[in-house]
């Protein structure tokens, strides 16, 4: 099966699709080891990872040179494959898990994918030179909106962007995080609807923009950011 058949309005090159076919054999294999995915039908997974990572392209265009932060990388979705479309573009990917972090490395080294940098750890284990470096920070199927800004929010540069993968209930997060927003120095410019249409899902990207510095002090340990709402 190929991967153009659920692609198509992606405009990918043939060395693009090549890439992300060997990718998904990798995960599938490591798969078998532990847990990357529980998608394993090829149509499920060009969709369900593939389109919905690959379809931020549509609506954000990366400039060669710029830097995006991807917290909670797991089996490298979205960034692995923004990464293979954005071969210009700097990616660094955050991942706690060791065996993930591990696999990340083996799929770099494997697709040859030169414009990524793997860290085995915490976003809040971070040190200070990481801080207020980043144009772009992704984030999918990692928490909730309020968690996620402060893991970010605090790594972006002054008119940056945190680009957050939700579901349908988004403005349920927008809402409990608009503390965060403020204490952040961060607002909700844009959110854009895409559908998995074999799947009947409507999903989002919601584009937020930090517009001042980050107070030092954030993000908090990870136990007090879950505890303390902002």
Known sequence: MSANIFLKDLNLTTYEEE????????????????????????????IKHFYDSLVLNKFIKFEEGKSVLDIGSGGGFP????????????????????????????????????????????AEELDDTFKEKFDYATSRAVSSLRIILELEIPFLKVNGK????????????????KGAFNKLNSKL??????????????????????????????????????????
């Open 79 to 122: 960034a692995i494959c923004l990464a293979i479309t954005n071969p210009n573009v700097n990616f660094i990917l955050v991942e706690v898990t060791k065996k993930k972090a591990n696999f990340l490395e083996y799929v770099k080294e494997a697709l040859n994918l030169k414009n990524i940098t793997i860290i085995n750890k915490r």
């Open 162 to 177: 945190l680009l957050a993968y939700k579901g349908i209930n988004y403005m349920d997060e927008v809402n409990e995080a």
């Open 19 to 46: 890439l992300l076919e060997k990718y998904k054999s990798l995960v599938l294999a490591e798969n078998k080891k532990y847990n990357l995915t529980a998608i394993t039908d090829d149509k499920e997974f060009y």
């Open 189 to 230: 410019i844009n959110t854009y609807e895409y559908h998995l249409n074999e799947y009947s899902q409507t999903r989002y990207i919601l584009e937020i923009l930090k517009i001042k510095n980050t107070d030092s002090k954030y993000p908090r340990v990870y136990s007090k950011i879950i505890k303390d709402i902002l």
